[in-house]
């Protein structure tokens, strides 16, 4: 039985990676954090609440200090609030609903010692005009409750600043999951919680909007990685996986530490006797058939070390460092004999292509003969891909092995077939693919048809590792996810790894350098399967939220828009009073009148602001520039480090009206630095930043309780003129002929920093293109710009300019164009419309043209 136990671990060990659930909900930022920058979700959603109403939504609680809180404040005509509060601590734990100084309903602590941390349970709270009812994962409670009459219900979740119902309580949990129902079971709004804006999710049946301050969204745990640990550890530490058991271990002469990924804690276990080999390369694997760490060795009649969990103890006590023989090699036990097999590696000057099998108990290594030579190689990374196949990927090396012959990177993939040991080559991509080589293990998903790996240049000392994917049965799509890693690389000296663990969930990516007699390791951690930073965003109205374009897309935009503008002025100047010969099939009618002379005075009278301003001015449309109080370009005066300041001040200072922290700018551009270094740092630049500002009127950098912001005066910014046209235009604000001048229309096809290419900036310019569409959407329904037909073609091209396939901007410039009788025109906007479509959809657009031009807006 135990034998059957170990061989099911063993084989759960070689599973592939299976298709896994996208995290979503939204995490309260609760007692750990400051009061200001506590989670708080607000929705109030229209509806007729008279005769009751139901919340229904999931909630998950995590142990901190502090449990305190409230859950949800249900408030009937602001001058009512229903209050969900929870204090789940070890000790104690509580759940009540309360309205005013009255408990009403309160659950048993006996049930609710049942829940587990970090578990989802669902809550279901119904308020009716005379009674109350609460369901806790199954457990109802309910009372009656004096007559109320409903009219307007808001929802407050964790931190309230309502203006009667203020708190600022917030227990540690998150929610996914809301769904509100009236008396009779119809569902008013559901809010997954999953994609998402910057700032607001939309419910998925009338995208009625959810308000959210300090978010933290769990989708977004599947774009970015996470510092789980860092550890300076004795020199030549080893690293392995135990994805059975949700371990990682780091095993050297002293210690074996064990970290933990189920609840992210380290273990010390000091062994009773021996110690793994000391090797420079990384030689120890987890053993899942007899539970055990093996530490390997080269040198002839040498045994592995072997540690046992039962009595602490290492089978060697060899502690001689050793030189390596095969670095970077690449290791996997087989199911078939539970042998170790080593595969590739670098020493002595050459480069391996051996595969090398060694059993527990024996002296030497056993050469394994296969049919199609792999050409020999290091720092590749493999994984199984099945319980019978061994996949390698990439490396570098040379066809003769030999160092002196140089060095070439691979791109390939090749197949092993672990009973027969045939060998296949499947694919290989470009190499004009830029230069990387690939950590030591990689990941493999066949059901999603996936292959990811850690990929870093090597052609430098200050790398970087990236994650990246390709298709598993060709190599193509290749797609980079989540933000770069910092790695020190210095060949035999440095070792980086991604393992995949099933029980949490999540992809692991773990370096060593050693330097200095310390082996410096740091853990990140990502949610599977990563996304890109656009997947998590929501559909907002018709639009796709997308991440801005490459600089290729955006120069193909303007040409196509000067294309059109071009054929405009000929066709205004060869044909403006001909009627065209073709006429699609239930044309709208087309009269004298839809030109009225209303409509050409708005024309004429529309005068808009200039292209640029040249005298205290900060742009960041369509590229950075800083001019000084004289018109003079300081660009070049920025440092990248003084850039990257500024603009993230001035972005943080927009988007949460209180700028940035010290802490984030320390994450953001120091995360590489000591804590004194970091703050040295930011002294100096913030320093060197107050003396360029100075040289432009009416901007200061200020500093207001922990956080940086700018407080402009009298100098301009184009970014914070649209933004606060966005905001003008979203609170309703009405275009007039007083105010139509001093709308920026001229700024809204600019792409915001397209030159600056940094991880934690596309979220702001995915955020900022959607809130230009959404202003464009807008401003095209208002009455004022309803009638000039100059105006809404100039609307559509600049949503034109952040998404060429945004049916809305097709269907308002063609509809114009058609209704001013410039068919031809109109048709080809269509055609280019259609074509960029099928380029970068790779699909047909379903509507005709006469559909288009007959669409209601």
């Not at 409750?145 to 203006?163: A, P, T, W």
């Not at 001229?746 to 809130?771: E, I």
Request: hydrophobic fraction near 35%; include cysteine.
């Amino acid at each position: 039985m135990q034998k059957t136990l170990i061989f099911l671990l063993l084989m759960l060990a070689l599973i592939p990676v299976e298709a896994q659930n996208i995290s979503s909900g939204l995490y309260f930022a609760a007692h750990t954090s400051i009061k200001e920058e506590r989670t708080s979700l607000i929705l109030s959603p229209e509806f007729d609440a008279s005769k009751g109403l139901t919340l229904d939504f999931d909630i998950k609680f995590r142990p901190e200090e502090h449990n305190y809180g409230y859950v949800f404040r249900i408030i009937i005509d602001d001058e009512k609030s229903f209050d969900l509060i929870a204090n789940i601590t070890p000790e104690k734990r509580a759940l009540n609903l309360i309205e005013g100084n009255n408990v009403y309903l309160a659950f048993d602590e006996e049930l609710l010692n049942q829940y587990s941390w970090n578990k989802w349970a669902h809550i279901r709270c119904s308020i009716y005009p005379d009674s109350l009812r609460l369901i806790f994962d199954n457990q109802t409670l309910q009372s009656q409750y004096k007559f109320i009459n409903i009219k307007n219900v808001k929802f407050y979740f964790g931190y309230s600043d309502h203006e009667k119902f203020h708190s600022s309580d917030v227990p540690p949990m998150s929610i996914r999951n809301i769904k509100i129902t009236d008396n009779k079971n119809k569902t008013i709004a559901y809010w997954p919680l999953k994609e998402h804006l910057s700032h607001s999710c939309l419910d998925s049946l009338y995208q009625i909007p959810a308000t959210v301050t300090n978010p933290t969204w769990e989708i977004n745990k599947h774009t970015k990685w996470v510092k789980e640990k860092t550890l300076a550890l004795p020199i030549y530490t080893q690293i392995c996986h135990a994805p059975s058991k949700g371990n990682i271990y780091f095993a050297n002469s002293s210690f074996v530490l064990v970290y933990s990924t189920i609840d992210n804690t380290l273990d010390t276990i000091y062994p009773a006797h021996g110690a793994p080999y000391t090797e420079i390369n990384n030689q120890l694997i987890y053993q899942p058939y007899y539970d055990e760490l093996w530490s390997y060795d080269f040198d002839p009649l040498k045994q592995m070390s072997i540690f046992n969990f039962k009595d602490n103890t290492w089978t060697n006590n060899d502690r001689e460092i050793k030189n390596p023989e095969y670095s970077q090699h690449n290791t996997f036990i087989s199911p078939n004999d539970s042998c170790l097999y080593i595969f590739g590696g670098y020493g002595n000057y050459q480069y391996k292509n051996l595969i090398l099998k060694k059993g527990r108990t024996q002296d030497d290594w056993i050469p394994v003969s296969y049919n199609e030579e792999i050409p020999p190689r290091y720092l590749s990374g493999s994984d199984y891909k099945n319980r019978d196949t061994i996949l390698v990927f990439g490396g570098c090396g040379n066809p003769q092995g030999k160092q002196e012959l140089g060095v070439i990177n691979y791109y390939d993939l090749y197949a092993i077939d672990i009973n027969t040991f045939k060998t296949k080559k499947l694919w290989t991509i470009p190499n004009d693919t830029k230069n990387f080589v690939v950590g030591n293990h990689i990941v493999t998903d066949e059901t999603n048809n996936k292959l990811y790996a850690l990929c870093f240049p090597n052609d430098c000392s200050n790398s970087y590792i990236l994650l990246k994917s390709f298709d598993l049965t060709d190599g193509n799509n290749c797609t980079n996810y989540a933000d770069t890693i910092p790695f020190s690389f210095n060949d035999v000296n440095s070792f980086c790894t991604l393992y995949y663990d099933s029980l949490q969930s999540k992809l692991y990516a773990v370096t060593n350098y050693n330097y200095n007699n310390k082996s410096n390791i740091n853990i990140y951690s990502l949610a599977y399967p990563p996304l890109k930073i656009e997947d998590t965003l929501q559909t907002v109205a018709g639009h796709k939220a997308l991440v801005t374009k490459t600089g290729f897309f955006i120069g193909i935009g303007i040409c196509i828009i000067a294309g059109m503008g071009c054929m405009y002025l000929c066709y205004r100047k060869k044909k403006r009073r001909r009627k065209e010969s073709h006429i699609p099939h239930n044309p709208p009618v087309v009269t004298n009148t839809d030109r009225s002379s209303k409509t050409t005075t708005q024309d004429e009278n529309y005068k808009p602001q200039p292209d640029i301003h040249k005298k205290s001015s900060i742009l960041f449309l369509d590229g950075f520039q800083v001019w000084d109080k004289n018109g003079a370009d300081i660009t070049k005066s920025f440092t990248p480090i003084l850039k990257q300041l500024l603009i993230l001040i001035i972005l943080y200072s927009v988007n949460n009206k209180k700028g940035i922290s010290n802490v984030t700018l320390r994450e953001l551009l120091w995360f590489d630095k000591t804590d004194e270094s970091a703050q040295n740092n930011r002294r100096v630049n913030i320093r060197k930043l107050k003396l360029l500002l100075e040289k432009l009127d009416g901007v200061e950098l200020v500093k207001e309780s922990t956080y940086w912001a700018l407080k402009f005066t009298h100098a301009y910014c184009d970014y914070i003129d649209v933004c606060n046209w966005i905001d003008k235009v979203k609170n309703k604000e009405p275009i007039t002929a007083e105010n139509i001048n001093d709308l920026p229309l001229n700024l809204l096809s600019g792409q915001l920093l397209p030159y600056v290419q940094t991880d934690w900036l596309d979220s702001f310019k995915s955020d900022y293109t959607n809130s230009v569409l959404d202003m464009a959407i807008n401003l095209s329904k208002q009455e004022y710009i309803k009638g000039n037909n100059e105006l809404l073609i100039q609307i559509a091209n600049s949503m034109f300019a952040h998404d060429k396939t945004d049916e809305y901007a097709l269907i308002l410039k063609c509809h114009t164009l058609y209704k001013q009788g410039r068919t031809s025109l109109a048709k080809t906007t269509f055609d280019t419309f259609c074509n960029e479509y099928k380029a970068m959809l790779n699909t047909n657009y379903t509507k005709t043209f006469n559909e288009v031009i007959n669409c209601q807006l």
